[in-house]
């Protein structure tokens, strides 16, 4: 695989052949040790596009041996966790900020970017951290619907920016959450190339591993001479590690820096840095983790399909589909079931987003659609 694809398609394979990195190793490996099946009370939650695999073998031994070291700041072990994503993606440590999930990354680049004249504009409906952090400063929120396509109306956007010279952040959520789906990728670069220097580009990938749609590529490559794009990731997704809490940004130096002033010290933790680095480009675990992933989605369209359920294409670990009636009322009904779904995202509010589980998860869901079909719910 060339690195061209690599950036494109956000995988490691062939990359860190060698560079950084664990070699792939048996598919076998990965499901030993006991995945948190099921919460507490027995409930199934497809509700927060977790990966339901859980995390690797080799990320669970480096947080026990991790332990060891808890008495220490983590300085040392991000330092080596940032020079491995560094090397992988071809960047400079210094482009390279971490956080307590990409969250915390949202959260430094709304603070470090906000101003009494600044506009934030994002696609309605879209992830709502954005939104969340920019409460607590003075910006001008403006959200545009999505296209017709459920993509990122990038020209309502850029006309929402306007043409005034104020600043502006642009958070740009491809794929989307919650629909799925991708914005054009060549569309968002050519907004990127002809865009003034004081419109910031937040350009979050939380869901790249799980993209197969040729017309989707990482925004990656503008960071080294674009100070106003910054590439959100994350380990939670198909790493399978959003209980540990790490993710990061990466930009431009000067701006990775700025950012940075936004940062708790010591902020990220011995054992999340141990399992990154233990399963950061393990091939084999991205490719479990997108193939269960696929076989969910086969499974979840199949039973919406049958029951004539329209559903948004999705390019992640979780679907949007329609539903008749209350959204609150259908989701309490899946909760009886024992089932944990969706959450309003207005103003697609006749609209449930379904996480993808294990495949007896989506039996489970399939059965109780059907059920639901019966009593005449859907
Ligand atoms: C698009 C998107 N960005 C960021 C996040 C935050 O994830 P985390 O803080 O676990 O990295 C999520 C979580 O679901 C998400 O969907």
Redesign the pocket.
Known sequence: MQRRDFIRRGTLTGLLAGAVGPAARPLAALSSGPAPRRLANGDIRLS??ENPLGISEAARQAVIEAITVANRYPRDQQDALVGQLAAAYGVAPAQIVMGV????V?QMAIQAFAGPRTRLVLADPT?E?AITYQRTHPYEMLKVPLDSDHAHDLGRMREAVGSDGRPAVVYI?NPN?PTGGITPSSAVDDWIREARENVFFIV?E??IEYVDDPAYHTALPWVADRPNVLV?K???KVYGM?GL?L?YGIAHPATAARLADFVAKNNTNQLALAAAGACFGDEALIRKSVQVNQDAKAATQGVLDELGLEYLPTQTNFIMHRISGDLGQYRNRMAEAGLLVGRPFPPMLEWNRVSFGLPEDMDRFAETLREFRQKGWV
Request: some cysteine; proline content about 0%.
């Open positions: 927060s596009n999930g990409s969250s915390e949202l992830y951290d959520c959450n979050d939380a869901y959100v994350t380990f939670s959003a809490r993710g």
